[in-house]
């Protein structure tokens, strides 16, 4: 894994860490996932699965609904990296 155009962070207590998320990387070839033990946000990890996409909080009441905003969020920063 190298580092990528855009960083996906997720801790690995928060429930967006049982998903395969490597598998984004493999979708958005510019990201980089970096699974780490702790992004001292412990009240949000305890309430909803979070990950931080280039330093912004992407959270959803849902797995489902939180890897969709994430994608959303990688499409954005691509596209705004692109564009420029």
Known sequence: MGMGIVVVE????????MLDLEQ????????AVMRT?????CGMCRARPYA?????????????????????AIEAELKEFYEI
């Open 37 to 41: 033990d702790c992004l001292n946000f």
């Open 52 to 72: 931080m996409v280039n330093g912004n909080k992407i959270f959803a009441k849902t797995l489902e609904e939180c890897l969709l905003l994430i994608k959303q």
């Open 10 to 17: 997720v801790c690995t207590n928060n429930l967006i860490s």
């Open 24 to 31: 984004l990387e493999e979708e958005y070839p510019e990201i």
